[in-house]
């Protein structure tokens, strides 16, 4: 079992920056997959970036090149650096994790970012 706390969202102009947090409970070092999905008002939840094992990262088409993520394994946290916002990004954030990226087992309650024009 594995805990997860996002941290970090908030209301932010267009081109601005925010940077989500999650806090796993316990060591992250042997988990699998962990990342991050959102999900904006009436879509579906989405892939926004993960790990996919080790350090083996993907993203999704629309944050390449703006969005990064990281981990901190001493801290068991997982990082999303997002730069140059824009609009479309506003949605609930969540942190997800376990052996696989596409069905993760563990999920935090998310953070709302949204991203004002």
């Known amino acids: 079992q594995v805990q997860l706390v996002e941290s970090g969202g908030g209301l932010v102009q267009a081109g601005g920056s925010l940077r989500l947090s999650c806090a796993a409970s316990r060591s992250i070092f042997g988990i699998i997959a962990m990342g991050w999905y959102r999900q904006a008002p009436g879509k579906q939840r989405e892939l926004v970036a993960t790990f996919t094992g080790g350090f083996s990262t993907l993203y999704a088409g629309s944050v390449k090149g703006r969005f990064t993520i990281s981990r901190d394994n001493a801290k068991n946290t997982v990082y999303l650096q997002m730069n140059s916002l824009k609009p479309e990004d506003t949605a609930v954030y969540y942190c997800?994790?376990?052996?696989?990226?596409?069905?993760?087992?563990?999920w935090g309650q998310g953070t709302q970012v949204t991203v004002s024009s």
């Open positions: 997800g994790a376990g052996d696989s990226y596409s069905s993760f087992t563990y």
